[in-house]
């Protein structure tokens, strides 16, 4: 198995996460945000000095994840949001914004697109799927495919496909081989808290994964929290041989998000990270 970093978990400048990951001995990245933007949907510049960043130093983008299906931040800082609900807002997503991924991930050089699952609002966690999401999911993979682009859905809290369950319902219930998943046992933890994320959630979604983000999260003082890998209740031990046995080649891509609890010394934390998933033994 590979391994890759989100340039933007220890600073929004690419130049700066090219230069600092390539010396941690990563050369393949995967793209989200820069300069607090998330791209490519954001000032010009940004995707400018994005894409010229990837080519001077020469790093491998494995893939991109713009929010498809997540709220835009428009020019002027403001939210547009979406949701189930939305028609009008899901059809700009699929006839606006998803060209422009297109575009971006061939500027700079990858055909993995991430899209996530819809807002899912307070539904419970048992709730079924809306028809409507695995119709869109559906449509966004064809055209991908046709497009030339692998389309991944991330499972992700907060969205119908916040953790294994509703994520098979929904890939399961797409029924393409257009669509695959990035699996995120960490969110999927957080996201379902009664049920073990690598144990019991694996199982359900294994048949779906073209790659996986690396991260750990604990319930402190009654709410699941981002932690350093290894302190959380994610088995990553157990999950990393599941996938080794599964015959899984693709990227173990490191997502720490400990920007999220704690900025301070965050370069340094990050560098940690990266040494204690390498005592895993991938």
């Known amino acids: 198995m590979k391994t890759a970093i989100i340039s933007d978990e220890f600073t929004q400048d690419p130049f700066t996460a090219f230069e600092i990951g390539t010396g941690w001995g990563f050369n393949d990245f995967e793209i989200r945000n820069a300069y607090r933007w998330r791209l490519p949907f954001c000032?010009?510049?940004?995707?400018?000095?994005?894409?010229?960043?990837?080519?001077?130093?020469?790093?491998?983008?494995?893939?991109?994840?713009?929010?498809?299906?997540?709220?835009?931040?428009?020019?002027?800082?403001?939210?547009?949001?979406?949701?189930?609900?939305?028609?009008?807002?899901?059809?700009?997503?699929?006839?606006?914004?998803?060209?422009?991924?297109?575009?971006?991930?061939?500027?700079?050089?990858?055909?993995?697109?991430?899209?996530?699952?819809?807002?899912?609002?307070?539904?419970?966690?048992?709730?079924?799927?809306?028809?409507?999401?695995?119709?869109?999911?559906?449509?966004?993979?064809?055209?991908?495919?046709?497009?030339?682009?692998?389309?991944?859905?991330?499972?992700?809290?907060?969205?119908w496909g916040n953790a294994a369950a509703p994520t098979a319902e929904i890939l399961k219930g797409v029924g393409a081989a257009a669509l695959k998943l990035v699996w995120d046992p960490a969110n999927s933890a957080r996201s379902d808290t009664a049920t073990d994320a690598v144990r019991e959630g694996y199982p359900l979604i294994r048949d779906f994964v073209a790659g996986v983000h690396v991260k750990d999260v604990a319930e402190i003082d009654g709410r699941m929290t981002w932690v350093m890998l290894g302190d959380g209740v994610v088995d990553w031990k157990s999950q990393l041989k599941m996938l080794q046995s599964d015959g899984y080649a693709g990227h173990l891509v490191l997502e720490p998000h400990i920007q999220y609890e704690n900025e301070k010394y965050l370069v340094s934390a990050v560098r940690d990270y990266v040494e204690k998933f390498g005592l895993l033994g991938h």
């Open 43 to 159: 000032p010009s510049w940004v995707a400018d000095k994005t894409v010229a960043a990837a080519k001077g130093y020469g790093v491998k983008v494995v893939g991109i994840s713009p929010g498809i299906f997540k709220p835009v931040m428009n020019v002027d800082g403001s939210n547009t949001p979406v949701s189930a609900d939305t028609p009008a807002e899901i059809r700009r997503h699929i006839d606006e914004l998803l060209p422009r991924s297109f575009d971006f991930a061939d500027r700079i050089g990858t055909k993995n697109i991430t899209v996530f699952a819809l807002p899912r609002g307070d539904a419970p966690q048992d709730a079924s799927v809306p028809s409507v999401v695995i119709e869109t999911l559906a449509e966004v993979a064809e055209k991908g495919k046709a497009a030339g682009f692998n389309i991944r859905m991330e499972n992700n809290p907060g969205s």
